[in-house]
């Protein structure tokens, strides 16, 4: 999946090749022809990579051309990494430009066979290129600008939970009730976002609160509206109008007739409407929503549910939850609860402790406990507890068919691809690793992962890459200092599994039990190991 982060590679080296450092370099060792040559080809193959990053979600030939691709891409970015040098090397050495030359041409290292070096290895890799090229049996579009992504597989969630399948969340709901019904706020209608990674049972909560008495007697109408990827405005008030009325309304009708049949349906009602699984984070289209909104009465609320405090705070609410993990108490009843259930064919007693180290590995989300709890429903003789724990717990939460990674990388795939690029590294760094960010920036900057800008300096542009995962929830555990910046945070576990398969077979952390590596790695990191 590494190929994800290939349009910034293509992006950087384009740009590296067209730098006048490596054009007088490429003019000096009379291969400048071949760095032009070698630029155009990569500009035509960075055309098509936002394109085959989409599509290689849910196409296999898309999906191993771009492997393909990518070895020969990071070939290049070796390449210009060699070029980068020698231009360094010759701007650092004393003297005028004659003398220089001089020097270069007696020194240890010979020019002559190392200029021929170069040229052939340009002529290799765009050979490379042009053959990956034309193999391609597929259509690719030109794209130079990443647009929001739309889910191959559309999401969809409904209102309706039984509160007795609701393990742990019972404090969360008794805290949002209480913003709900008995907080004044200064507008008549105000908004709360419910904020987590997926997985954690946002949808549930907001389920469980919808659901519950004192909503339904407090407010004069409750609609539910599952959002999803896109943000377009005409969709989202016609779910609603749908959710009030029971009726559709037709989709070719004026922008003008939904709004009005909108207020129609809460103008002066106290409402509380859901919109779940909320991804936009463009203001304006938020504001076109949330305007047509305010005519319900005093005490309206609407209830955000996202991943994103980005996202959240487009919304402008009065007050961001932030949904937790479960605690190991509330882990281990969801756990009993899907493994063992109503069963009388085994005694319970034998299992708990094999099943707590096995619940301690889900680090308290609730979709891996439940998914996991499922499996283990299946397998009676404690025997397979225990092969399972042992030999298949890991492949079962990072398998692509099992529900839990695919749904947190839909957060993955939501990430403009410099974030990505900086969330795959972090796969190099040990599980439940603190991570000090003023340092990790600097790791992504020593990558070229941070795109420069002449208003701001690189340290305070990686900051805001930074800030931009934590609020998309990819860190947690935030520790500020004495002047309020965040300066250490962590990954949770199950982040990470998906982090080490974005990343691909190019990155490895070594471990003593490493064993086969792949033959194109690229990142390597070597943790303080205790033998």
Known sequence: MADAILFNIAEAIILNLGSSALKEIGLLWGVKKDLRKLENTMSSVKAVLLDAEEKQLHNHQVRDWLQKLQVVVYNAD?????????ALRRRVMPGNKMRKQVCIFFSSSNQLVFRLNMSHKIKEIREALDEIK???TFTLEDRYEEKELVSPISRETHSYVREEEVIGRDHDRKAILEYLVNVET????????????????KTTLAQLVYNDDIVKKHFDLTLWVCVSDAFDLKPVIGKIIK??????????????QFQSRLREEIDGKKYFLVLDDVWNEDSTKWDSLSSLLMGGARGSRVLVTTRSEKVARVTRPFQVYHLKVLDQDKSWSLFEKQAF???????????????????????????AIKSIGSILYFKTPKADWLFFKDNELAKAIQQEDNI??????????????YLKHCFAYCSLFPKDHKFEVQMLIKLWMAQGFIKADQNQCLEDIGYGYFLDLLWRSFFQEAEKDECGNIWSCKMHDL????????????SVLIDKD???????????SFPALAY
């Open 78 to 86: 070796n390449l210009v990494d060699e070029f980068q040098i020698e």
């Open 134 to 136: 034309e193999n391609r």
């Open 186 to 201: 200064i507008e008549s209608v105000s908004f709360i976002a419910i904020v987590g990674i997926g997985g954690l049972g």
């Open 243 to 256: 959710s009030a009325s029971n009726r559709s309304i037709d989709q070719n009708l004026e922008l003008d």
């Open 341 to 367: 259930g109503q069963r009388v064919d085994i005694e319970k007693s034998d299992f708990v402790a094999l099943g707590k180290e096995i619940v301690e590995k889900c680090k308290g989300l609730p979709l």
């Open 404 to 417: 839990i990674i695919p749904t947190l990388k839909l957060s993955y795939n939501h990430l403009p691809s």
């Open 495 to 506: 982040m990470h599994d998906l982090a080490i398969l974005v990343a691909g077979t190019g």
């Open 514 to 524: 490493s064993i086969n590596f792949d033959e194109n790695l690229v990142h390597v």
